[in-house]
C-alpha cells in the first residue's frame, strides 16, 4: 500500500474537482482502484503503487484545470483519465487554451481534447482542413466557431455552410413546401449551430444582408467563392464529381473545411463517396491539412464514445481474413 499527498491552492479548486456529491473524486477511485482522503486543501491517495501515481497525476491535473477557471465535468474527467493511462497528462494545459469564439450566450467556445486543438490549428493554419471522424467530435461545430470568429475579426465577408442533399428526388417530393423548404431538414444541424453562436436576431439579420449562406450543394455549381469561410458537412455523401466541383469553387481570401464520417455513407453503393477520394488524392498537398479525429474526441454523452467504439470493434470482426501468403522455397 502506498500513500501520496497533494495540495491545493484553495478549497474553491477542490470544490470544482470534487463535483457534485462528490461523483468525480468516486469515478478516479473506482477507475485507478484507490482511495481518496479529503482534509482541508490537502488530498491522501492511498493504493497500489502505480495506481496511486495514476490518480494522483489525474487529480493533478484537474487542480491545474480548475485553477485556470476550466469547468470540471464528466467528460474531461473521463478524457483526463484516458490522457493519464496513455502517458499524455503532461499535455492537459493545451485543451484549456485559446477561446475561438464567444456563443450569443456569452459561454467560450473552445476544444476539448488534443485531437480538436488539433483540428483548430489546423484550419488556422491551412486554406483547406479536411476533418474526418465519428459523430459527437464536434467537426461541424468547431468550423463553425472559427468561420465565426474569422468573421467577426473581418477575415472575411460571408459564412457559407453548405451539405448534400443525399436523398434528393422522391423521398424530398415527400415534404413540404418549395425547394428551400424541402432541403431544410438536411442543413437543420448547421443552423443550431449559428443560432448558438451569433443569436437567431443577429443570425437573421446577416443571412438578409448576405453575409451568410446555408444551402444545398448543388447551389454551389458555377460560383467562384472570395473572401468567404466555406463549410462542406456530411462531405461522406458527396460524389468523387460534387467534390471536385465543391473544392474547385475555392476563391481568393477564402478558407474551406470539409467534414465527414466515413463510417456513415449513405450513397448507393455503386457510388464513390468523394471525401474518402479526396482524402487519399489531397493527402501531401501543400496548404491541405487532413485531420483525423478518433472516439477519445468525442464530446457528447459517454454513452456515444462507446458505441462508436463497439462498432469500431465489430467491423474489424467482420473483415474478411486476409488469405495467407506462401513463399516457393528454392
Not at 485556470?68 to 493511462?85: A, F, M, N, T
Not at 453548405?162 to 422522391?170: D, F, I, K, S
Not at 449562406?213 to 458555377?222: D, F, H, N, Q, S
Request: hydrophobic fraction near 40%; proline fraction near 3%; charged fraction near 30%.
Amino acid at each position: 500500500m502506498t500513500e501520496k499527498t497533494i495540495n491545493a491552492e484553495r478549497v474553491e479548486q477542490l470544490i470544482d474537482v470534487f463535483g457534485s456529491f462528490d461523483e468525480n473524486i468516486k469515478r478516479i477511485e473506482s477507475e485507478f482502484g484507490v482511495r481518496i482522503i479529503n482534509r482541508d486543501t490537502e488530498l491522501k491517495i492511498q493504493g497500489e503503487a502505480e495506481n496511486t501515481d495514476y490518480a494522483a497525476r489525474a487529480l493533478e491535473g484537474l487542480l491545474s484545470l480548475a485553477a485556470k477557471g476550466e469547468e470540471i465535468d464528466e467528460q474531461k474527467v473521463r478524457y483526463l483519465i484516458s490522457l493519464v493511462r496513455s502517458g499524455n497528462d503532461d499535455k492537459v494545459g493545451e485543451i484549456a487554451k485559446d477561446v475561438v469564439c464567444v456563443s450569443a450566450k456569452g459561454r467560450p467556445i473552445k476544444a476539448k481534447t488534443l485531437g480538436q486543438q488539433k483540428y483548430l490549428k489546423a484550419i488556422e493554419k491551412n486554406t483547406i482542413t479536411i476533418g474526418v471522424g465519428p459523430a459527437g467530435t464536434g467537426k461541424t461545430y468547431l468550423a463553425v466557431a472559427e468561420a465565426v470568429a474569422a468573421f467577426r475579426a473581418k477575415q472575411i465577408n460571408r459564412i457559407i455552410l453548405t451539405r448534400p442533399a443525399v436523398e434528393a428526388g422522391e423521398r424530398l417530393g415527400f415534404l413540404p413546401g418549395d425547394l428551400q423548404n424541402k432541403v431544410d431538414p438536411y442543413l437543420r444541424p448547421l443552423y443550431d449551430a449559428l443560432f448558438d453562436m451569433l443569436g437567431p436576431e443577429t443570425y437573421n439579420k446577416y443571412l438578409e444582408r448576405g453575409n451568410i449562406e446555408v444551402a444545398p450543394l448543388a447551389y454551389m455549381r458555377g460560383r467562384t467563392l472570395d473572401d468567404s469561410f466555406i463549410i462542406l458537412d456530411e462531405a461522406q455523401n458527396t460524389t468523387r464529381e460534387q467534390m471536385k466541383m465543391f473544392l474547385t469553387r475555392l476563391g481568393f481570401g477564402s478558407k474551406i473545411v470539409i467534414t465527414g464520417d466515413i463510417t456513415q455513407i449513405d450513397l448507393p453503393g455503386d457510388k464513390i463517396s468523394g471525401l474518402k477520394e479526396a482524402i487519399r488524392v489531397l493527402d501531401g498537398v501543400e496548404d491541405i491539412a487532413i485531420c483525423r479525429l478518433s472516439a477519445s474526441d468525442v464530446v457528447r454523452h459517454v454513452l456515444v464514445q462507446k458505441i462508436v467504439a463497439a462498432y469500431d470493434e465489430f467491423e474489424k470482426k467482420q473483415l474478411p481474413a486476409q488469405p495467407k501468403k506462401f513463399v516457393k522455397r528454392k
